[in-house]
């Protein structure tokens, strides 16, 4: 096709958030040549949503810092200028599909290259999530100004130097929920309430604490927004008690006068690529299934970061990156072990998901990690590991919830236990 670039490529990570970044400089560090590998990015910066998250919290784990999104960022932007990892801002990938002899094609459009065609080896999909907006949870009434994701929000406050509104209610508990409410009332809006549907909360407990509970926030557990009112702008919302089945109770309906609605209701990965690629989904992650390697159902296609999960920490979301770019390079150099046999994970007993989805113990580390959540809070508990019918692992627990997920990493023994293994079982139990 004339005036269309053509590029090859050992190596295509696409996004060039946290995930992609430590994944392409893992691959790097793995032997894959820089000059071989290209980052793709849609946005204007390398970063990802971490360039709007000023907050503190981030790197505890992997830096044992306490940094804030866009100094963690840095750190990571800093080494791929080091080691001259290419990469593309602004640029937007079309499609990626899969031809008959393996290899992998990848069309996007950017201002510096037009329209471009990469044939690669090996691809990391690390795309991220997006945010459910109302039209996801059908919420009734009129459509005006005022009614934002608590990601926009941020963006606002924090980028753009905009106020979305004075006098707000949350709808969803969420962490990015959660930081807004201590944002804006740090901007000088009254947050008047948060209101979640669930019985518990859905954010990691600490921003409970630091971000409603220091300012006085309520949270409104078993609660839901019935109705929006206003014509140019928010006036008010209708919020409403839940029953055991989440349906809203009329009988408890409250109007409350505000003039912004900010939803946090939950996370999307961004899988657009990944289905039109031909990979295997999973129904409870939205995200594709991975084997012990990060490698999708379509050889060579590899997942990592909230594109395949979404996560509470950044820095889970760059262990497993650099898994993902650590793999990528054994198989582009063909180290991988192909193995028949694959071990399957099942979640059972209060156990939602986990992740990977399948297993090779031939590829499996010592220190890899198995992430899994849980569908509900339990206290005083057990987590049971099982290879087969035989428990591997028995770990206390005082307290595990559907807002933190559980990790366990795996030791040569374990490994071991797995030769001609037909299943990984993770459970619940006192």
């Known amino acids: ?42 946005d204007a910066e390398l970063g990802g949503i971490l360039n709007q998250c000023i907050h503190t919290g981030f790197g505890l784990h992997i830096f044992k810092k306490d940094l804030t999104g866009p100094e963690y960022a840095t750190i990571f932007i800093r080494q791929i200028h080091d080691e001259k990892i290419e990469y593309l801002l602004n640029s937007m990938v079309l499609s990626l599909a899969v031809d008959d002899e393996g290899k992998k094609n990848i069309t996007l459009v950017s201002p510096s290259m037009g329209l471009c065609k990469i044939e690669a080896k090996a691809v990391i999909l690390a795309m991220g999530c997006r945010e459910r907006t109302r039209g996801g949870i059908n919420i009734p009434g009129t459509r005006p100004a005022g009614i934002l994701t608590a990601g926009a929000a941020q963006r606002y406050v924090n980028i753009e130097g905009y106020m979305p509104g004075r006098e707000v209610v949350i709808l969803g508990s969420g962490d990015i929920g959660l930081i807004m409410a201590r944002r804006m009332t740090l901007e ?57 089945h989440k349906v809203p109770i009329k009988e408890t309906a409250e109007v409350i006068k505000c003039d912004t609605l900010l939803l946090s209701v939950g996370l999307i990965p961004e899988n657009e690529l990944t289905t039109e690629a031909g990979i295997l989904m999973d129904t409870n992650t939205s995200g594709a299934v991975v084997n012990e390697s990060m490698m999708t159902s379509v050889e060579g296609i590899f997942a990592c970061g909230n594109v395949l999960h979404v996560h509470d920490l950044v820095d889970f979301v760059t262990e497993e990156a650099e898994r993902a770019g650590g793999n990528a390079a054994a198989y582009i150099k063909g180290e991988l072990h192909d193995e028949p046999h694959l071990c399957e994970t099942k979640a059972e007993n209060g156990v939602r998901y986990i992740v990977p989805h399948k297993v090779n113990y031939k590829n499996l580390k010592s220190e890899d990690k198995f992430f899994f959540r849980v569908d509900n809070i339990y206290r005083n508990c057990y987590v049971y590991v099982k290879v087969d019918d035989k428990v591997m692992k028995k770990i206390k627990r005082l307290k595990v919830a559907p807002s933190e997920m559980e990790s366990f990493e795996v030791d040569e023994k374990f490994i071991e236990s797995l030769n001609g293994a037909e299943r990984i079982t993770i459970c619940i139990d006192k």
Not at 20 to 38: F, P, V, Y
Not at 188 to 214: H, T, Y
């Open 1 to 42: 096709m004339d005036g269309v670039a053509h590029i090859k490529k050992n190596l295509v990570v696409i996004g060039g958030g946290p995930a992609g970044l430590a994944a392409a400089l893992e691959a790097k560090r793995q032997g894959i040549k820089s000059e071989d590998i290209l980052v793709i990015e849609r």
């Open 188 to 244: 000088g809006a009254k947050v008047l309430m948060v209101c979640e549907i669930m019985p518990f909360s859905n954010g990691l407990a600490r921003n409970i604490a630091q971000c409603l509970r220091d300012f006085d926030i309520p949270l409104k557990l078993s609660h839901t927004v019935i109705g929006i009112n206003g014509k140019d702008r928010v006036e008010s919302v209708v919020i409403a008690k839940v029953d055991e």
